[in-house]
């Protein structure tokens, strides 16, 4: 690419002026344009390249301008781009049989959206419909979207400017050993104590007023928690004892991020409802939806379904769905992804431990890797954030781009990633770690 700084910097004008940026203070922010990027990497208007630690916001999967995603979803365009939800369309119909056909069994219908927020709202809602109940559980440490329902259900501080949200919404403690809640010390203690407490918390909400309880299967953008053996396992028997719907947010860690189609098949948890976007088509166009258990589906065959939205199943995002599920199914991306977890990611940010006081956690799966700062390593304080400004400053001026969240740096490429630029890209993370000691 050519360095045009006169459109960098219109570009730069025209947003400061008009586009209002998520979750920012409009005077702090400096976003870079973005020109172009393919694969793992994505580059600016100045001419920089950067290894893509992000994946945008953990859903290129694929990478970027894959070549037979970018020509779906130009084929679409090209037929025809837009289809109301009462017509019946084909790459709607094909799409909803592939992503049902990479769920549990039992789980045949696919309600879709425009993002992940508008599934988990659509799943709550067809969760109190079908069990008339009303109330539903989500965990703290979680995020489940933006719009007035799924925020409700977020158990972080986005919540917050949000409250008082939807009524009937209660929080409980998942698992995380290395901020217990629950002084553990063993995986296995902390999945035990974590699921009493769950169990605890229904009994005092009434069971029988406990429509859902709702879960990240990974926990995502609250730093990339893996629940410990036997935990999910034991959610599906508590809700399954008390007549309580299991639905899991994969709208994250979902269709490859974990080394896996689902994130719950690492476990072979059957939930009654899935919520899936990001990576059904890595973001091309945008999509969301709901996978449906038949049983919860058999409740809207004589009863309308209380939802409803111009663009359910719009013709460019299915379409590029379809498109990405065949691809990264004939070109065993996530197969991949699993051995760049196994071979080159996971083992290389496990081996930051031990190799720099900053680092006091690393967890994950796949392409999903969260690396943990702190200021100390007995009090488990959180890295400051001018720690984490220069781990930043650290990666990106040496062609990294990390995701920094709160005291965390995630690791989470695109699925596609070579095992030498996952190696790169830590050795990268590295240095920008042994610069910011403070
Ligand atoms: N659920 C999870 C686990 C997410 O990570 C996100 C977004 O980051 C959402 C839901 C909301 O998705 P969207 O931003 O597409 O509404």
Known sequence: ITPDPAREARIKELSRAHVLTSWSAQAAIDPLP?????????????GRRFLDFTSQLVNVNIGYQHPRLSAAVA??????????PAFAEENRARAAEAIAGLAPEGMNKVFFTNGGAEANENALRMARAHTGRHKILAAYRSYHGATAGAITLTGEPRRWGAEPGMPGVVHFWGPHLYRSEFHASTPQEEGERALAHLRHTVEAEGPQQVAAVILETVVGSNGVLVPPPGYLEGVRELCDELGILLVLDEVMCGFGRTGAWFALDHWGVRPDLVTFAKGVNSGYVPLGGVIVSDAVAATFDERPLPGGLTYSGHALATASALAAIEIMREEGVVEHAAQVGERSLGPAATALLGANPLVGDVRGLGVFWAVELVADQTSRQPASGETMRAVQAGCVRRGMWPLI????????PPCVISHEDADRGVAILADALADAIP
Request: no cysteine.
């Open 34 to 46: 973005l020109a172009g990027g393919e694969g793992a990497y994505f580059w600016d208007h100045q």
């Open 75 to 84: 084929e679409a365009a090209g037929r025809l781009t837009t289809v109301a």
């Open 405 to 412: 969240v709160a005291n965390r740096v995630h690791l989470v």
